[in-house]
């Protein structure tokens, strides 16, 4: 795994740039997907957005400090398997159901989707990381996000005033 930190750099980079994709465009086009779920303002998207970006960089870092704790490996391989789920469900989805370009699918299958499936990849020729554990960490760090979305974004609601 050694050799392959160098690469991590761009986990961070390509999350930030997904991230920053979905907060220009995703609470204007919340609104042709209302029938699904409630539009979303944008003071409650970035703030949810902002802090889901804190904790993938988290993620990122303490991977990188403690190699040795499973915890924090499993948390960001965790991070990088919902990364690339996000860029298929919803986004691919949400934009062939709707005719309509979903905000954060170009970044999420142009950068997301391969730099996360390189890091993968590597750490499993290497040895350092398994399928199984891959694919449940994946599962559990995917519905954690889920479940904190809208915690995230009531509370951007309450603390954030533009």
Excluded at 47 to 66: D, K, Q, R
Excluded at 109 to 134: C, E, H, M
């Amino acid at each position: 795994m050694a050799n392959a930190n160098v690469l991590w750099i761009f986990f961070p980079i390509a999350i930030t740039l997904h991230n920053l994709e979905e907060a220009i465009w995703m609470p204007r086009w919340s609104l042709h997907a209302k029938r699904f779920r409630k539009p979303v303002e944008p003071r409650e998207f970035h703030f949810g957005i902002i802090v889901v970006t804190m904790l993938a960089y988290l993620s990122c870092f303490l991977a990188l400090t403690y190699p040795s704790l499973l915890l924090f490996k499993h948390i960001f391989f965790g991070f990088l398997g919902a990364m690339i789920l996000n860029a298929f469900i919803p986004h691919l989805v949400a934009t062939i159901v709707f005719r309509r370009y979903s905000p954060g699918l170009l970044t999420g299958l142009l950068l997301l989707v391969p730099i996360n499936s390189v890091l993968v990849v590597k750490a499993i020729v290497s040895g350092d990381l398994q399928w199984f554990d891959f694919f449940s960490s994946t599962a559990v760090v995917a519905v954690l996000l889920l479940a904190l979305l809208p915690f995230l974004f009531r509370l951007g609601k309450r603390l954030i005033d533009y």
